[in-house]
């Protein structure tokens, strides 16, 4: 099998199509259900070049890098596997997956060498020459410094448009090579190298594999970030790059990397929400800041459901310095909410703070409070000292499991003949907040799991608390959010906690389905 992998400069690889046999025609075939690109990036089969000069005649077509690789790999799996031989594998999947080629597989003996395969060999023999270890680090380091550095020249080529030591065709333009800067800089896989970056005559040329002023690939900014993410300081950052790479990177040049993130945060804060949310979960959660002294700050987050069940964090507010959580506060932020484009929303689950409902119900009329049954238990226990918490917790269970809302009204007045002599205060909770506790009850067990608490914010809580313990406090409320949002888009990577998510909800999109049949979008057009 072969692929074909057509790109732009401007956008990246567009589309890729395979073939079964290396030959003119297959190609021919192929090519011509394919518009035209400006690059052809192949693996240097047979019959190609022929084919693309009758489909693609204003192509460039270039030697695909990956497979040296490929090819390189292939002859060191009869060596140890040593540490090079690992990382090298590591970097040939990677890279062939990121540009649609299958995996690398084993070049038999009676295979056709091609033409990278030949290539590799004497990069290797080369580095035999040269008295380099082939089970060290050296190789797998000069092999990476030589490819981009013959990308580096091959970039300048294509922006020349003729090779290196060849006349100029456009006898109008007197741009020409102009040597080479030196330059070191700092991969993901082997550490610093260092490279030649060439140059042209009117300065025109700017690399993509390498940017100007850029002293880092790519994937090293990531790796910062999803560090910074996980909770590390920016000394601890540092010092992982020196042991894993042996590469020195400074506080500030950490910190730079991570202030890149703060448009992007700020687009994201700003952003169209939906129209419709079925719950919001709100929460606060306190960070220390130092603003002239380190204090508590609150942060306010909101967490939604839309329509289809999946969820997504709306937004992450810092609240007024030297104030705790408070329902104003909430106001403006439910404010906010609607301008940015959310109309409705059916239930607000929250952990009852005083003056919530009120403010809730001034900006979404028809929204449903619904309290944490949790934090209400939670809040009980202060009442009565550790000894009773168990018995306490047993009898207040038949009130959160009832199956009517007049069931849990009896149990809650059995509840308070027992207790109210000790702690009255606790039957007086639940009884003031009663309207906001009851509206769950008019479902499903199945649905009540995911109304009855906010424990799908506070699972996020708990990450983001997890992750600020180790840096003590933040500088600025800058930081703090920064940090906060760097969290927040480092969540479930692999997606798997968002299936598990909107499999939970499925018998809630039942319900509201036919409880707000007329305003949820599905199903009021139908």
């Known amino acids: 099998m072969v692929c074909i992998i057509a790109y ?33 990036i192949v693996d240097g089969g047979a019959g190609f070049a022929s084919a693309a000069k009758t489909c693609w005649p204003e192509t460039r077509i270039q030697r695909c890098l990956v497979h040296i690789y490929r090819n390189t790999r292939a002859l060191l799996t009869s060596a140890p596997r040593t540490e090079a031989g690992k990382s090298l594998l590591k970097i040939s999947r990677g890279d062939c997956q990121e540009n649609g080629v299958p995996p690398p597989t084993p070049t038999g003996e009676n295979n056709t060498m091609t033409t990278e395969h030949q290539l590799a060999q004497n990069l290797i023999t080369q580095a035999k020459e040269q008295g380099l270890d082939l089970s060290s680090d050296t190789l797998l380091k000069t092999l990476t410094q030589d490819i981009i550095q013959a990308a580096l020249d091959e970039e300048l080529t294509d922006h020349l448009g003729y090779p290196k030591h060849a006349e100029n065709p456009n006898q109008t333009s007197q741009n020409t090579r102009n040597g080479y800067r030196t330059k070191r800089i700092l991969t993901d896989t082997v550490g610093p190298i260092d490279i030649k970056v060439p140059r042209d005559r009117d300065g025109s040329f700017e690399p993509t594999i390498v940017p100007k002023r850029a002293r880092r690939l790519k994937n090293v900014d990531e790796i910062i970030l999803s560090l910074a993410a996980k909770g590390l300081t920016y000394g601890d950052i540092a010092a992982h790059f020196e042991q894993i790479y042996g590469a020195s990177i400074s506080k500030d040049t950490i910190s730079r990397i991570t202030t890149t993130v703060l448009d992007q945060m700020n687009e994201w804060a700003a952003r169209p929400l939906e129209t419709v949310y079925l719950a919001v979960f709100i929460d606060a959660i306190y960070l220390k800041v130092r603003e002239g002294q380190v204090s508590n700050r609150p942060f306010y987050v909101a967490m939604g459901v839309n329509v289809e069940g999946a969820r997504d964090v709306l937004g992450i507010w810092a609240g007024p310095e030297g104030a705790g959580e408070s329902a104003k506060f909430w106001l403006q932020i439910l404010t906010e909410l609607k301008n940015r484009g959310t109309a409705d929303i059916f239930y607000l689950v929250c952990d009852g703070l005083t003056g919530l409902p009120e403010a809730v119900n001034a900006v979404y009329e028809r929204t449903i409070v619904q309290n944490c049954v949790i934090h209400m238990i939670r809040n009980s226990m202060h009442y009565a000292p550790r000894q009773h918490w168990e018995a306490i917790c047993r009898d207040l269970k038949p009130v959160y499991q009832a199956v009517t809302e007049q069931a849990a009204q009896a149990a809650l007045e059995a509840f308070g003949q027992k207790w109210d002599e000790k702690y009255p205060a606790i039957s007086a909770l639940w009884w003031r907040r009663w309207e906001e506790f009851i509206p769950f009850l008019s479902y499903e067990m199945e649905v009540r799991r995911v109304l009855y608490s906010t424990n799908a914010i506070e699972s996020l809580n708990a990450r983001l608390r997890r992750s600020a313990r180790s840096r003590g406090h933040f500088v600025s409320e800058e930081s703090a959010l920064k940090f906060m949002y760097l969290t927040v888009r480092s969540l479930d990577p692999s997606g798997a906690g968002a299936r598990r998510w909107m499999t939970r909800w499925k018998p809630a999109l039942n319900a509201f389905a036919i409880v707000f049949g007329d305003r949820l979008p599905q199903v009021a057009g139908r």
Do not use: F, M
Request: charged letters at 15%; glycine letters at 4%.
């Open 8 to 40: 732009n400069h401007s956008v990246g690889v567009i589309d890729y199509q395979w073939a079964k046999n290396e030959n003119t025609a297959a190609y021919q075939a192929l090519l011509s259900r394919i518009p035209a690109p400006d690059v052809a």
